[in-house]
């Protein structure tokens, strides 16, 4: 009608689970535990050595692994680039988060030679937490190496990593335990959610010991949850992002209105804390698993998509001196949740994009080794603070058409060499 692109993002939700999910708040949970168990036993068939166990939310599922991994002080080595979070679900758990810098480029994951730095140089680490971030597998490989010659276990953070594969294994069960996310903004998602991983029984049967005093999740926080996502839903939806929403966002860009930023931030207000909240000491119920098993048949299509578009985004700019892509992986190792790109002068661009009425993201992800909240465990990390100062997000869900990509690819490129 007016012209807008296709938005920056959409939820991979479908009306269906909508229904279930209202349908659960509205008449109360029916739960039996027995799509829990089905849940676990469906990632336990694409992971046979592993016991899975069905958490609330993927940062409890990291904050009882560690709990039960690591004495209290001792040293968890992680990313900084992450949510604010999960390095608190460290200092929940008793321990003292260690940063190790990401590498150079547009991995964003953990630099494998600062964790072995780090292993030689720290006394007492209880355990490693790599990243998989954008969904992309981190160079795991020389991590297990070192941690296994110290006995110290390595945890896969792979909440946004669930269905990529390294060597035809998957994201999560590489090492001693791994994490997947179920949440609002996942690829597959139950609004609410999240499981771990593990080879090691006694550690599963310990977290669903944990799990077992707590209550379902409660309806209200499904709720909230439901309505986050039909809001997002409908301002995406085509006529409705063409007739209002696209033109707000691009008017608070282009007027740098902060208010409607912050709304799409998560972390706005970045806080650290050391009390695991109550809020999270609750259990996945029955209904969320169910929302999740048609999801199963979609995501590895839906990851083909993506890669298909990450390869014409790659062809379009690779040659660009002034940006930084990501590495271009055709074999399933990187299911590019997004395709994040890092610019110098990012907000320039993202306002060039916008005057010729593109929609893309300015990345809200930080570096956590910078944030004053955590200055106590504050590290020196440039390639985490580069990353948290360039990145900008150029969409690639399934549905983003290729002639979208083409014309995000031609704005940029416009920018860079002048040329229409
Ligand atoms: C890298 C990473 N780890 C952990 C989490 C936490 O996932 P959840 O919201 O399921 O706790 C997220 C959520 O976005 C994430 O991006």
Redesign the pocket.
């Known amino acids: 009608m007016f012209n807008a692109p296709q938005p920056r993002s959409r939820l991979y939700t479908t009306w269906q689970a909508y229904a279930k999910g209202l349908q659960a708040v509205m008449f109360g949970y029916k739960h039996d535990g027995v799509s829990i168990v089905k849940l676990e036993q469906t990632l336990e068939s694409i992971a046979p050595e592993y016991h899975a166990v069905a958490v609330p939310?993927?940062?409890?599922g990291?904050y009882l692994a560690l709990k039960h991994l690591i004495r209290p002080g001792q040293k968890v080595i992680l990313s900084p680039y992450?949510?604010t979070?999960?390095v608190n679900m460290v200092l929940c758990a008793g321990g003292v988060p260690v940063f190790a810098d990401i590498e150079e480029g547009g991995s964003y994951n953990i630099n494998a030679n600062k964790v072995e730095e780090l292993l030689n140089s720290e006394n007492d680490v209880g355990a490693v937490l790599v990243?998989h971030?954008y969904g992309l597998i981190c160079n795991i490989e020389p991590i297990i190496n070192a941690c296994k010659q110290r006995g110290i276990p390595v945890i896969e953070?792979a909440?946004?990593a669930f269905g990529a594969t390294l060597d035809g294994k998957p994201a999560g069960t590489l090492a001693d335990v791994g994490?997947y996310?179920?949440?609002l903004?996942?690829t597959v998602t139950s609004f609410?959610?999240?499981a771990v991983l593990t080879k090691d029984r006694e550690l599963a049967d310990s977290i669903r010991k944990d799990l077992q005093q707590w209550p379902l999740t409660p309806r209200k926080s499904l709720l909230k949850k439901i309505f986050a996502g039909i809001t997002l839903d409908t301002a995406t939806m085509p006529f409705v992002f063409d007739a209002a929403v696209y033109w707000m966002f691009r008017y608070a860009l282009l007027h740098d209105r902060k208010f409607f930023k912050n709304k799409l931030d998560?972390d706005s207000n970045p806080v650290s804390f050391a009390t695991f909240p109550a809020k999270y000491a609750t259990r996945m119920s029955s209904v969320q698993a169910e929302i999740i098993f048609p999801q199963f048949a979609n995501y590895e299509a839906d990851t083909k998509a993506r890669i298909a578009k990450a390869k014409i985004y790659n062809d379009g700019l690779a040659d660009l001196p002034g940006i930084v892509i990501p590495p271009l992986r055709m074999d399933g190792s990187h299911l590019y949740l997004y395709y994040s790109i890092q610019a110098e002068d990012r907000d320039a661009l993202a306002r060039f994009m916008t005057e010729r009425l593109r929609d893309v993201q300015i990345s809200h992800h930080r570096n956590c080794a910078g944030l004053p909240c955590f200055s106590e465990f504050y590290r020196d990390c440039p390639n985490a603070e580069k990353a948290a100062q360039r990145v900008i997000y150029l969409p690639l869900y399934p549905n983003y058409k290729e002639s979208q990509v083409a014309a995000n690819i031609e704005a940029i490129r416009a920018y860079y060499l002048g040329s229409d």
């Open positions: 939310m993927a940062r409890v990291i992450t949510i979070d999960v990243t971030f953070d909440a946004q994490i996310s179920f949440g903004l996942k609410l959610g999240g998560t």
